[in-house]
C-alpha cells in the first residue's frame, strides 16, 4: 500500500508545501494552508498517457454549432447567447441565492427538446420534486442523486445528456484521492476530470460552486481556470431581486449582466432592469442623480444618492455601497482643486440605488454632481441623465459607447443629457438635448444654470 502522510495545502491556489507556515510559498496569500493527507504518488516508471497528434491550424475544419437556449433571456444574455456544446459553467452565489432554482428551471425548459440530466449531492429526489412542483415545472427531468464522481460519469455515459447540472462540485468526490469531498484536491481533481469529459463527449456542464464568506468560489483559484465560464449570483437574500453576473466568458462578453426577480414560481427575467434602478421620489431631493452606466453590453440607468453632513469627528466619513471608496476620495479631491468646493468636514456618504456594483469610471462625473447637489441643497432635474469620466487635471474624459448610452436615456424618457464632449452624437436624437462638457469646471457651471 502506498505510504500516505500529511501536507498542507494551499486554498487559494492548490501549492503544497510539507510544514504549515502564515504564508502560502506559492502564492504568498496568509492564513491559507490547511492540513491534509497525503495522496499516494504514481510509480516512477510509470507509462504515460499518449501524446496527441500535432496539426496545422490551416487543417483545421472549425465548425459552428448553434447555442442552445435555456428559455431564460436574462440567463442566457449573461451566456453570451446561450449554452455552447461542450463547455462548462460554473456558477457560484451565497446559500439561499437561488443558483438550484435557476438551474432547475432552465433543464426543465429544455429538457423536451434535448436531452438532459440534472446531479444532485446536496439533496435527495424528494427534495428536488417538491421544488419542482412548487414551481410549478410539469417535467420528466432526468435526475440523479449521487456524489461519487465514478458512478457520475458512468451514468453521462449511459444516458449521454446534451446538459448536465452538477449540484453542487463541492459535494462531489472521486475514489482515487483519499481526501474529504470539498478538500481543494478534490474538487480540483473533479473538476478536471468533468471538464475532460466534457470536451471530449461535447456535452454542456454546469457546476454549482460554494462560496467563501469574503463573496469568492470555495475551493483553489484554479478552478476558475478549469471552467469556461465563471457566473457569479448577486443580491441580498432579503430582497426579491437577483444579479447574475459573467466574471469570465470564453464564448461571450464579460461583465455581462442579467437581472432575476425571485417569485413563488422561480427566477423571473426582469425586461427593463433600468426601472429598478430607478425607482424615484416624486420630490426633487438635493443629492440625487442619474447616471447612465455599461454593465457588459447593456447599458443601465442607475440613480446615485449622496448624503452630506457636517462631521463632527476629526477625521470625516467617506463611506461607499456599490462604488469604489477609493475612488470618491480621489473625486473630492478634483473637487476641491479643480472645482473649488471643499469637503473636509463633511462627512460624505454615497449610495447606488437598487443594490448594483458600479466599477466603471463613467459614474465619476454623476458622482460628484450628486455631492455638489446635497452639499449646495439644490436638487438636479429629474430629467437630466449624467455619464463621464474625470480625470485628476479635472478634464471629463470620453467613455466607450456612449451613443447607447444617450439612447437608452432617451428611450426611458429623459430629455436632457450631460456627457464628455467627445461623447456628443453626429446626429441629433430625438426628443433629447445633448450638453457636452470638456471640464468639470464647465460641468459645474453648467449645473448652477440648471
Known amino acids: 500500500m502506498a505510504k500516505t502522510g500529511t501536507i498542507y495545502?494551499?486554498?487559494q491556489c492548490g501549492g503544497q508545501?510539507?510544514?504549515?507556515?502564515?504564508?502560502?510559498?506559492?502564492?504568498?496569500?496568509?492564513?491559507?494552508?490547511?492540513?491534509?493527507?497525503?495522496?499516494?504518488?504514481?510509480?516512477?516508471?510509470?507509462?504515460?498517457?499518449?501524446?496527441?497528434?500535432?496539426?496545422?491550424?490551416?487543417?483545421?475544419?472549425?465548425?459552428e454549432t448553434p447555442r442552445l437556449a435555456t428559455g431564460l433571456a436574462e440567463f442566457d444574455r449573461v451566456l453570451g447567447g446561450g449554452l455552447v456544446a461542450g463547455?462548462?459553467?460554473?456558477?457560484?452565489?451565497?446559500p439561499g441565492i437561488g443558483k438550484s432554482t435557476l438551474l432547475l428551471q432552465a433543464l426543465a425548459a429544455i429538457a423536451g427538446a434535448t436531452r438532459a440530466l440534472y446531479v444532485s449531492g446536496e439533496e435527495s429526489a424528494d427534495q428536488i420534486a417538491l421544488r419542482a412542483r412548487r414551481l410549478g415545472l410539469e417535467t420528466d427531468l432526468p435526475l440523479l442523486t449521487e456524489i461519487r464522481l465514478e458512478a457520475i460519469?458512468?451514468?453521462?455515459?449511459?444516458?449521454?445528456?446534451?446538459?448536465?447540472?452538477?449540484?453542487?462540485?463541492?459535494?462531489?468526490?472521486?475514489?482515487?484521492?483519499?481526501?474529504?469531498?470539498?478538500?481543494?484536491?478534490?474538487?480540483?481533481?473533479?473538476?478536471?476530470?468533468?471538464?475532460?469529459?466534457?470536451?471530449q463527449a461535447g456535452i454542456t456542464i454546469l457546476l454549482v460552486g460554494h462560496v467563501t464568506k469574503e463573496g469568492t468560489l470555495a475551493g483553489p483559484r484554479v478552478l476558475e481556470h478549469i471552467v469556461d465560464t465563471v457566473l457569479y449570483f448577486e443580491g441580498d437574500?432579503?430582497?426579491?431581486?437577483?444579479?447574475?453576473?459573467?466574471?469570465?466568458?470564453?464564448?461571450?462578453?464579460?461583465?455581462?449582466?442579467?437581472?432575476?426577480?425571485?417569485?413563488d414560481k422561480g427566477l423571473k427575467g426582469v425586461a427593463n432592469p433600468s426601472a429598478l434602478f430607478l425607482n424615484r421620489d416624486e420630490r426633487d431631493a438635493p443629492g440625487s442623480c442619474v447616471v447612465v452606466a455599461l454593465e457588459g453590453t447593456r447599458p443601465l440607468l442607475v440613480e446615485i444618492q449622496a448624503l452630506l453632513d457636517e462631521s463632527r469627528a476629526p477625521s470625516?466619513?467617506?463611506?461607499?455601497?456599490?462604488?469604489?471608496?477609493?475612488?470618491?476620495?480621489?473625486?473630492?479631491?478634483?473637487?476641491?482643486?479643480?472645482?473649488?468646493?471643499?469637503?473636509?468636514?463633511?462627512?460624505v456618504f454615497v449610495n447606488?440605488?437598487?443594490?448594483?456594483?458600479?466599477?466603471?469610471?463613467?459614474?465619476?462625473?454623476?458622482?460628484?454632481?450628486?455631492?455638489v447637489s446635497?452639499?449646495?441643497?439644490?436638487?438636479?432635474?429629474?430629467?437630466?441623465?449624467?455619464?463621464?469620466?474625470?480625470?485628476?487635471?479635472?478634464?471629463?474624459?470620453?467613455?466607450?459607447?456612449?451613443?447607447?448610452?444617450?439612447?437608452?436615456?432617451?428611450?426611458?424618457?429623459?430629455?436632457?443629457?450631460?456627457?464628455?464632449?467627445?461623447?456628443?452624437?453626429?446626429?441629433r436624437i430625438a426628443g433629447m438635448e445633448v450638453i457636452g462638457v470638456a471640464s468639470l469646471s464647465e460641468a459645474l457651471d453648467r449645473f448652477r444654470s440648471f
Open 374 to 427: 446635497s452639499l449646495r441643497g439644490r436638487p438636479i432635474p429629474r430629467e437630466l441623465a449624467v455619464f463621464g469620466e474625470v480625470g485628476l487635471a479635472g478634464e471629463i474624459r470620453p467613455v466607450q459607447r456612449g451613443q447607447e448610452r444617450l439612447k437608452e436615456a432617451a428611450k426611458l424618457g429623459f430629455t436632457r443629457a450631460l456627457c464628455p464632449r467627445a461623447n456628443l452624437p453626429k446626429s
Open 153 to 199: 460519469l458512468a451514468t453521462l455515459a449511459a444516458e449521454r445528456p446534451e446538459v448536465a447540472v452538477i449540484d453542487s462540485i463541492q459535494t462531489v468526490y472521486t475514489e482515487n484521492l483519499q481526501s474529504a469531498p470539498g478538500s481543494v484536491a478534490q474538487v480540483r481533481e473533479c473538476a478536471q476530470t468533468l471538464t475532460r469529459h466534457a470536451k
Open 316 to 347: 470625516p466619513r467617506r463611506l461607499t455601497v456599490g462604488l469604489d471608496g477609493n475612488r470618491l476620495a480621489m473625486l473630492l479631491a478634483v473637487l476641491h482643486r479643480h472645482g473649488g468646493i471643499a469637503c473636509q468636514d463633511q462627512d
Open 9 to 11: 495545502v494551499c486554498g
Open 17 to 63: 508545501t510539507s510544514k504549515w507556515q502564515g504564508q502560502c510559498p506559492h502564492c504568498l496569500a496568509w492564513n491559507t494552508l490547511t492540513e491534509s493527507a497525503r495522496e499516494a504518488k504514481p510509480g516512477r516508471f510509470q507509462a504515460l498517457a499518449a501524446s496527441g497528434e500535432v496539426v496545422r491550424l490551416s487543417t483545421v475544419q472549425a465548425r
Open 87 to 94: 463547455g462548462v459553467v460554473l456558477i457560484g452565489g451565497d
Open 237 to 263: 437574500t432579503g430582497s426579491s431581486f437577483r444579479l447574475i453576473r459573467a466574471f469570465k466568458n470564453r464564448y461571450g462578453a464579460v461583465n455581462e449582466l442579467g437581472v432575476f426577480a425571485m417569485t
Open 352 to 371: 447606488a440605488v437598487g443594490g448594483v456594483r458600479i466599477a466603471e469610471p463613467a459614474a465619476d462625473l454623476a458622482v460628484l454632481l450628486a455631492v
